[in-house]
């Protein structure tokens, strides 16, 4: 059954720490993996990752993908209270995406 | 451009009655997603249209939910009858085109459906 899990669920930090969010997925024909910003209204994509080992960056966030260990993480670096939301990554196969639960990040003054 | 257009932006509506959501996808896309996120339940997939034709409809929760596309301008998810459990902001999305491996979505503001 294809799977896709984030974590932590929640984290909190303080403005200017660097964190690290996690996903792990086991979908079967996986061609890509999307990652999504959603705070209080619409998701909004921040990056797509087809191939592995290739870092994409934009700004103070950085993501990339490891195939072979069916995983990808997602840094922000310098944090600021304009990047609590809830970020959503979702593995997809040509048929469908499939979206994780969400990782909640709250970055306090 | 406009992006995804859907309405309603919010619906009120007592158990029983007809839901009708609205959306309109970015001109030129060929792949129209439904989703539906609750604080339970996160955010689920319901269905997928490809050149206007349904997909995959896995997600469709039951014989109550059914969604149209009759043109590449235009698609309708209708719950009928509703119930509570229902309530829910269900998103619309399309894509350019989804076969190709390297396109992503874009998602409208979402209708915030509450049934009494």
């Known amino acids: 059954e294809d799977k896709v899990v984030q974590s932590p669920l929640s984290l909190v930090v303080h403005e200017g720490d660097t964190v690290t969010l996690n996903c792990s997925y086991e979908?079967?024909?996986?061609?890509?993996l999307l990652w999504y910003k959603q705070e209080k209204k619409a998701p909004t994509f921040l990056f797509m990752l087809t191939s592995s080992g290739i870092e994409k960056k934009s700004g103070r966030l950085s993501s990339i993908l490891d195939k072979k260990e069916l995983f990808s993480i997602l840094n922000i670096t310098a944090t600021q209270t304009g990047d609590s939301a809830v970020y959503l990554c979702?593995?997809?196969?040509?048929?469908?995406?499939?979206f994780g639960s969400g990782t909640k990040l709250n970055v306090k003054p | 451009d406009a992006g995804v257009i859907q309405s309603p932006r919010h619906e009120v509506t007592e158990m029983g009655q007809e839901v009708t959501l609205r959306c309109k996808p970015i001109s030129g896309h060929n792949s129209l997603f439904w989703y539906r996120q609750t604080m339970m339940r996160g955010l689920e997939l319901l269905i997928y249209f490809n050149n206007n034709v349904p997909i995959d409809d896995s997600g469709m929760p039951e014989d109550r939910f059914s969604a149209k596309m009759p043109n590449a301008s235009f698609s309708t998810l209708k719950i009928q009858p509703s119930e509570p459990r229902d309530s829910a902001v269900y998103f619309c999305?399309?894509?350019?085109?989804?076969?190709?491996?390297?396109?992503?979505?874009?998602f409208g503001p979402g209708t915030r459906l509450t049934v009494l």
């Open positions: 979908v079967t024909n996986f061609r890509s």
């Open positions: 999305a399309s894509s350019p085109q989804l076969t190709s491996g390297t396109d992503t979505q874009y």
């Open positions: 979702a593995p997809y196969n040509f048929n469908k995406f499939y």
